[in-house]
């Protein structure tokens, strides 16, 4: 059991003098059942736990919001009495089952405020979309989990040392970085690649010393287990072109997901856009897929400003990505992550964990920019806000060749400073951006893979 931002969330949440019930919302074994247990461990406050798949008889206490009534079975099916003054927290697991349950929660926050109610189910997003439920808008909080980040990632394989380095760099004083940390700090980077940030992965890379085989053969599972899910998809598609349309889109991570593109993977899958793009949304529903849209990058929030029929998609993690995609483990170990893959799996470790840059009760979205056509071909991979401020960020190698799309963006939105991930060493560099006779001078931040979740305290310092 790993200690991560959202055991530390959920105990912020309950020590609140005014909660609502808290949603957790996230992909199958990303952790949510363990951080809600972990939490109630710490706050030693107890845990009155109801798997809601397991005793779906209770749907019309839910629907009729009988809530003394749910009480009493709660304490009858636990063995544990609950009342609306328990201490404990009531944890509602598994409720895509019991969707009604969603609903009721409105009168838990009206009737019953002082009970710690947690409700989180894995396909909730999905079922809560298909069935005509009453949202209890503004009578509930939300916490969004992902899994682990690189920093979760060494606390928990011990590597306190790698967490300690990074922590201690500052925008001033990261070029001074020796080489021997550098290295280490990047091969830290390339492991959590190879395992991912799934909890039970991260656990079997503990438990056998990093043994790849291993840790694969849970990857293939686990994919295995959300292909399985398809059959409770709703939809016009079956489970075999639920899992073609899967593989299509797999097969794009990182890519512009162009009309052609879309038209081939619907061809190929016996299926059409239309059924397609309902794939699209029940995957992204599921938390499998993350849409990565196309922002005029203007000003913030950068939500406002998109186009949906422009954008590119990132997988639910780096490890299973590999796993999906069956790319050896010997080329991760052997070349620069910017080089893996047509750097795509450097795509995916930057856009992963930007994923997990804002506070847990924000659901994650990421934004990447591009000019119209007419102005020729440049793309930044992803744009971050901080404050204000919009700073594009490019994952290139670093050769003088690879930013010229970064020229285009300083020059067309005259930002001053910009961010560049790779494998190389930190720094800053002064430059001049010069595209069509234009110029404009930049600061550019170097950050190796290692700094990337560090973005926000670094641009914090300037």
């Not at 019309?60 to 328990?86: A, C, D």
């Not at 405020?113 to 909080?141: K, W």
């Not at 970085?177 to 492991?191: K, T, Y």
């Not at 075999?240 to 512009?256: E, H, M, S, Y």
Request: contains cysteine; proline residues 4%; neutral net charge.
């Amino acid at each position: 059991m790993f200690n991560r931002r959202a055991v530390e969330e959920i105990k912020s949440w309950y020590n609140r003098s005014k909660r609502k019930p808290l949603v957790i919302r996230g992909a199958r074994q990303v952790g949510k059942t363990t951080a809600v247990r972990l939490a109630a461990t710490e706050l030693s406050a107890g845990i009155l736990e109801i798997n809601l798949e397991r005793h779906t008889g209770l749907e019309p206490l839910f629907k009729s919001y009988k809530l003394e009534e749910l009480l009493l079975n709660f304490s009858l099916i636990s063995g544990q009495k609950i009342s609306p003054e328990s201490k404990a927290i009531l944890f509602l697991d598994e409720a895509q089952a019991t969707p009604s349950a969603y609903a009721c929660l409105r009168y838990f926050h009206e009737d019953m405020p002082g009970l710690a109610v947690v409700l989180t189910g894995s396909l909730l997003d999905q079922v809560l979309h298909n069935c005509n439920i009453l949202t209890p808008v503004g009578r509930v909080e939300h916490l969004f989990i992902g899994p682990l980040t690189f920093e979760e990632f060494l606390a928990a394989t011990g590597e306190s040392t790698a967490l300690n380095a990074i922590e201690m760099l500052t925008l001033n004083t990261m070029h001074l970085i020796p080489d021997s940390v550098h290295e280490n700090l990047m091969a830290q980077a390339r492991r959590y690649t190879l395992c991912g940030g799934m909890p039970f992965c991260v656990q079997t890379a503990i438990d056998t010393r990093f043994n790849h085989a291993e840790i694969a053969r849970y990857q293939i599972e686990l994919l295995q287990s959300y292909k399985d899910d398809f059959a409770k998809y709703t939809g016009s598609q079956t489970a075999p072109q639920l899992n073609a349309f899967f593989n299509g889109i797999i097969g794009q991570i990182g890519l512009q997901f162009s009309h052609k593109q879309a038209n081939e993977i619907a061809l190929n899958s016996s299926g059409n856009n239309r059924q397609l793009n309902e794939a699209l949304e029940r995957f992204i529903e599921a938390r499998l897929f993350y849409r990565v849209q196309h922002s005029g990058a203007d000003t913030v929030p950068l939500g406002g400003d998109t186009k949906i029929r422009i954008s590119k998609f990132l997988f639910i993690d780096i490890g299973l990505l590999l796993a999906a995609q069956g790319i050896p483990a010997q080329s991760i170990m052997s070349s620069p992550l910017e080089l893996a893959n047509r750097g795509i799996i450097a795509e995916q470790f930057v856009g992963q964990q930007l994923l997990a840059a804002k506070p847990g009760y924000i659901n994650p979205s990421l934004y990447y920019w591009q000019p119209p056509k007419s102005e020729g071909q440049a793309e930044i991979d992803f744009l971050y806000e901080s404050g204000t401020r919009i700073y594009p960020v490019e994952v290139k190698s670093g050769t003088r060749s690879t930013i010229k799309s970064l020229h285009a963006y300083m020059v067309k939105k005259k930002s001053d400073d910009a961010i560049r991930i790779s494998s190389s060493k930190p720094s800053v560099n002064a430059l001049t951006a010069k595209i069509n006779k234009q110029e404009k001078a930049f600061r550019l931040i170097n950050l190796p893979f290692y700094l990337v979740n560090q973005i926000e305290r670094i641009v914090s310092e300037q």
